[in-house]
């Protein structure tokens, strides 16, 4: 049985407001995107898979910068603020990436990114045998999610670190106030499913802010100089 996307209603509600204010907030415009595109290598005339795209930021960089973007997302209203962000230059489906990509075909990949998704997907394993899939050999795979280290120690300590476990936080800063479902995981269920679907591990990013964040929340950009929020990671495809 597929699991459902755990985070549907909670972005059913949340979707205008994130789509709205993504190029500002601060952790996805300021900490996670600069990151995520110091990972990338060069986009040009490249094939690339955004997966759990959201409102579109990330689809549009690329096709800015040359690249023949595919982009697939569980949540229709954020697909629909994706599709009128980026006009008619990228392909979309609606897919839940709990369930195998078998509408796209094997090898048809140069580069994979998913940021900020994998916190809603319990079992990493068939998904990163489904990119492993879909990348050509040399192909590079680039994701980032939540540290397990902040997301145990400093949010949910009450649990077992060593389990994936179900958890929930408040999310305000998007101006519409719901209860968001998560997965948090330890270190080890992050890289062992990358290892077991066949990815070589290039480079792992535990990201401090830009300068941009100070500007725009001080009180959480003191705490990301000191302690991590996001983790990551790029592997490649042999």
Not at 128 to 146: A, I, N, T
Not at 163 to 189: C, D, I, K, N
Request: with cysteine; aromatic share 12%; glycine share 6%.
């Amino acid at each position: 049985m597929i699991d459902p996307p755990v985070a549907q209603e909670a972005y059913n509600q949340l979707a205008d407001d994130y789509a709205a204010r993504i190029d500002s907030k601060a952790h996805n415009a300021f900490y996670d995107r600069p990151a995520v595109l110091s990972l990338l290598p060069d986009v040009t005339g490249k094939r690339v898979l955004d997966a759990g795209c959201g409102p579109g930021a990330y689809a549009e960089w690329l096709l800015d910068h040359g690249a023949q973007v595919v982009a697939v997302d569980a949540n229709e209203k954020m697909l629909a603020h994706a599709r009128e962000r980026t006009g008619d230059r990228a392909e979309f489906h609606l897919a839940n990436l709990n369930a195998p990509l078998d509408f796209l075909a094997d090898a048809s990949f140069d580069l994979v990114i998913c940021p900020l998704v994998l916190d809603y997907i319990r079992d990493w394993t068939p998904l990163f045998r489904e990119f492993h899939r879909l990348l050509r050999p040399g192909g590079v795979l680039v994701f980032s999610h939540g540290h397990p280290a902040s997301e145990f120690f400093l949010y949910y300590a009450d649990g077992n670190y060593h389990e994936v476990e179900q958890v929930s936080w408040e999310w305000t800063g998007f101006g519409t106030v719901v209860t968001m479902p998560s997965y948090r995981r330890p270190l080890a269920a992050v890289f062992n499913p990358l290892i077991d679907a066949g990815f070589v591990l290039d480079r792992v990013l535990e990201p401090r802010p830009i300068e941009a964040f100070r500007e725009a929340d001080r009180e959480h950009y003191d705490q990301l100089m000191r302690q991590p929020g996001f983790l990551c990671i790029r592997a490649v495809k042999p």
